[in-house]
C-alpha cells in the first residue's frame, strides 16, 4: 500500500508558497525596533601590524552608538574563535591552531580582516563613521600561494606556526606503497592544481543581535546551517553567555553550501557588541565583504602517481597535497584536506595500498574551510585525472580501464587501505548506464563530424565516490573531531492530530519541509499539509549538529524515524487498551493500527487525541504524544555513481560548450525524487563552475584580492549551462532505517573531473581549472 | 530629504527620502516589502529585480527618485486575488527554487522575458536569464519553469 505524498513521491515542496510570493523571513528581512547599524572597518592589507588605532573622530560623529576594536572584546573576556578538529601530524605533534580573535588585537592577515566594529543610528553613518577611523599599520610582506607559504624563507604569519605550517599529516602504508611502485611494469603521474572557489550562496550572511537586560537573554539571528554548534562553540568557546541565556535562530536562510557552517567573527561581535550597547544591533554583509570574509574552498596543490601491472590493474596510489588554510584555521578547516579527502583516495577502484600525505599551511588569505563536497570534490578531482591519464598511458579506453579496477557489486563490505569501510554499490551498473545514456560507443562519430565542422570534440569520465551522512561519533571522535555528529528529532502530535517534528537538521535550500513531512506522512497516515517541519531555533530544537556533508536524510531522516517509532509503540499500547486486545496482536500500516484477525481498526489520530484526552487509557500509561530521539549513525553513506560530459571546443575562441552530461546516481533510497534530482542539478552546476569558471584570484604581491565581486569572479549563469540527464541506480544503504544514502554534493564532486577529463581529451593535453576560453586558447595554440 | 511619489502593487505610496536613496531600499526599508532582496553590490545577481511600468528592472540600480510617478509592481504584488501568477504557480511546478533568495528576481525577470518573447525557446530563456545569478539549482528546473510558464501564459 502506498500512501499519498508518502515515501517515493515527487511531492511539491511545502516551502516554495512563502518564498514564490515575497513572504520569506530572511535574516535581513528581519528588524526590531530602535536597532542599530554594525559596520566592520577591514583591513586594506594583506598583512600587517597595528600600532595604533584612534577612534576620538569617529565616536564623536553623527549618529555613532559605539565603536569597538579587538582590545575591547579582549578586556570582555571574549575568547578567539576555534577549530573544532585537531589534527595530529606524523611526528605525532598537534596541529598548529594560532589565535583568532573576532577583532584584529596587533596584526592583520588578509586583506578584509576585521579591525573596528561601528555602531550608529542607521548603516549610512556606521560608514561614514569608519571612514574617520585612524589605523597606523606597519605594512609587512604577505605570501598568498600555498607552495611558497610553505617554502623556506617565506614572511612567517603566525609565531604559533612556524614555517606557516599547519600540519603535516599521513595516512596509509607507505613502505607497501613504496614496495609495490618498486615492481610496477607501468607508472603514471600527474600535478594537479585545485582552484579556490568563493561560495557564493545568493543571500550574504548576516546577523541581528538583541540583548533583554531583564532576563539577560541574548537572542541571535544568524544565516547557520547549524545554530545549535553556534550556540555551543559562543557559549562554551567564546563566552558569549552560558547555553541557557543564548539563543540562536537560523530563520530561512538562502543557501549555505558550506559556508555557513562557520562560527565566524562578525555573528560573535554582533551578539556580543548587541550586549555591551543594550541596543538590537544588526550586520549584513554586503557581496565584497561576502568575498573577502566567507570561508573559501578547495586550493590544493596535488602530486599523483598511479602504480599498475601489465594488464592495467591497479596496484598502489600515492598522493602528496599542500593545502592552503589561509590566514586563520576556521571552525572545521583542518578535517577537509585530511579525514574528508585522503580518506576517500580509493574512490570506486580496488586498491591494494594506498598512501597520502597532506601539509597544510597558512597564508594571507581569506580562511578556507568546507565547501560543498568538502575533501571530497578534492579527493574525486586527484582519483579521476589520475585514472584517465593512466588510461591514456596504457592507451586504454578510459571507462575499459576503470571497469577494470572497480570493486565489484559482491565485495561488500569492503575496506579500503584509507580507512573506509564501504556498505553497498554497484559501480559498473551506474557507468554502464551513464555510458548508453550519452552514447558512449557513439563518441568516435560524433567527434568526427565535429572536425568536420571545425570544432573540437572531447568525452570525460568521472566515477566519484563520497562519505556522506556524517558521522558516526565514535569514529569522528577518534580522528579527532571535537563534536559528536548525531541528529535529534522530536514527533509531536497535537490533540487533534496534526504533528508538529522538530528537526536539528537545518534547510537553507534542500526542502526538509516537504522531504521529512513525507517520512510522516508515509510512516504515520498523516496528511502531508497537517505536518509542520520546525528547525533552526535553539529554543524550540532539542539540540542539532545541523545539516552539511549531505547528512540531513541519512543522520536527521534517521532521529525522525526513531522517533516515529516511539510513537507507534506507544499507540500500540493504547490500540490495544482501546480495541481491548493484546498488544502483540495489533498491526500497524501507515497510521492504521489494527487488530490481527478482525475488522477492528483505529486511526492514528484517534490514537493521538486519546493519549491527550486519556479519559479510557492505560493506567501505566504516560498521557500524551510527543516522543524524541536522537540517531547516532552505525557508519557513514557512500553515494557513488558517474558522471559523463560531452564537449565541442571552438579552436577559434577557446570556448568550451558542454554539449551533452549523462549521469547515473546511486543515492540508496529516495523519498522524493523531484528534490534529489534538483540538488543534483545544483552539484553539477557548481562543479561546472569550478571547472569552467570560477577561480579566486590573489595579486601575489600586495595580497589584494582581485576577484572580489561579480564583475570578477564568474559565477555560472543560464548560458553557461546546459539541461541535464540524469538518472538513479539504487542500492539502499544497510546501515540507516531508511536506506537513503545523501545527494546535495554528489554533483559538484562528480563535475570537475568529468568535464576536465573531457576538456583534455579533446586538447590531447593536460590543463588546470579553471578551463577559461584564454586558457584552453593558450593550450590550443602552444606546443 | 525628496519627497518621491508611485504606485506600488496598485497603492498609491508616498515617503520622504534622502536623495541618494535607491529604489530596492525604498521598496525593503520604507515599503517593508521584503520579498525583493539583495544579493549583491554591483547589479550582477538581479535578485532585486521588479517591474517598473511594465519593465524589469534592477532596483538596485535606480534611485528611488527615478521612480517618482512609476508604476511598480514587487514579487508580493505578482499574484491577483489570492492566485498565483502563472509563473510563480510554473516555479513551484517544477521545482524551479531552492532556497529561494535569487526566486522574488528570477520570476519578475522571467515573467517580463515572456511578455517579450511569449513562445521562448531554451536557448532564449539562458541568454534572458543572463542577469539573474541562482547558486542552487543549476537553472535546468529554472528554464523549465520559465518554458511552462510562458505555454501557459498562452504563448
Known sequence: MSVENGIGASVRRKEDQRFITGNGHYLDDINRVGQAYGYFLRSPHAFAKISNIDLTAAKAAPGVVDIFTGADMVADGVGGLICGWGITSKDGSPHNA???????????????????????????????????????????????????????????????????????????????????????????????????????????????????????????????????????????????????????????????????IFVYAEETTTIWAARKINRPVKWTSDRSEAFLTDAHGRDHVSHAELAMDNDGKILAFRVSTQANMGAYLSTFASAVPTYLYGTLLSGQYKIPSIYVEVQAGFTNTTAVDAYRGAGRPEATYVVERMMDTAARDLSMDPTEFRLKNFIQPDAYPYETPVIMTYDSGDYPLAMNLAKEMIDYDGFAARKAQSEANGKIRGIGTAAYIEACGIAPSAAVGSLGAGVGLWESAEVRFNPTGSVTVFTGSHSHGQGHETTFAQIIADKLGVPIESVEVVHGDTSKVPFGMGTYGSRSLAVGGSAIVKAVDKIVEKSKKIAAHLMEASVEDIEHEHGVFSVAGTDKQMTMGEIAFAAYVPHNYPADLEPGMAENAFYDPLNFTFPAGTHIAEVEIDPATGIVDIVDWAAADDFGNIINPMIVEGQVHGGVAQGIGQALLEGVVYDDDS?????????DYCMPRADDLPSFRITTTNTPCPSNPLGVKGCGEAGAIAAPAALMNAIVNALGKDIDMPATPEKVWRAINSN | MTTVS????????????????????????????????????????????????????KSCTMLAVQADGADVTTIEGLAQNGELHPMQAAFKENHGLQCGFCTPGMIMSAVDLVKRNPNPSEETIRTELEGNICRCTGYHNIVKSVKAASENMGG
Open chain 2, 6 to 57: 508611485m504606485t506600488v502593487n496598485g497603492k498609491q505610496v508616498s515617503a520622504d527620502v534622502a536623495p541618494n536613496t535607491l529604489l530596492v531600499q525604498f521598496i525593503r526599508e520604507n515599503l517593508r516589502l521584503t520579498g525583493t532582496h539583495v544579493g549583491c553590490d554591483t547589479s550582477q545577481c538581479g535578485a532585486c529585480t521588479v517591474h517598473v511600468d511594465g519593465d524589469s528592472v
Open chain 1, 703 to 711: 595580497g589584494q584580492l582581485i576577484t572580489g565581486s561579480y564583475m
Open chain 1, 98 to 260: 594560532p589565535p583568532h580573535n573576532s577583532l584584529a588585537v596587533d596584526a592583520v592577515r588578509h586583506v578584509g580582516d576585521q579591525v573596528a566594529f561601528v555602531i550608529a543610528d542607521t548603516l549610512q553613518q556606521a560608514k561614514d563613521a569608519a571612514e574617520l577611523i585612524e589605523v597606523d599599520y606597519e605594512v609587512l610582506t604577505p605570501v598568498t600561494n600555498i607552495s611558497k607559504a610553505l617554502a623556506p624563507g617565506a614572511p612567517q604569519i603566525h609565531e604559533e606556526a612556524p614555517g606557516n605550517l599547519c600540519y603535516d599529516w599521513e595516512l596509509g602504508d607507505k613502505a607497501a606503497v613504496d614496495a609495490a611502485f618498486a615492481n610496477a611494469a607501468h607508472v603514471s603521474k600527474i600535478d594537479l592544481v585545485n582552484n579556490r572557489l568563493s561560495p557564493n550562496p545568493m543571500e550574504p550572511r548576516a546577523a541581528l543581535g538583541e540583548y533583554d537586560a531583564g532576563s539577560e537573554e541574548l537572542t541571535l539571528h544568524t544565516t547557520s546551517q547549524n545554530p545549535h554548534v553556534a550556540r555551543l562553540i559562543m557559549s562554551a568557546f567564546l563566552g558569549i553567555a552560558p547555553e541557557n541565556k543564548l539563543r540562536v535562530i537560523a530563520p530561512d536562510v538562502g543557501g549555505g553550501f558550506g559556508s555557513k
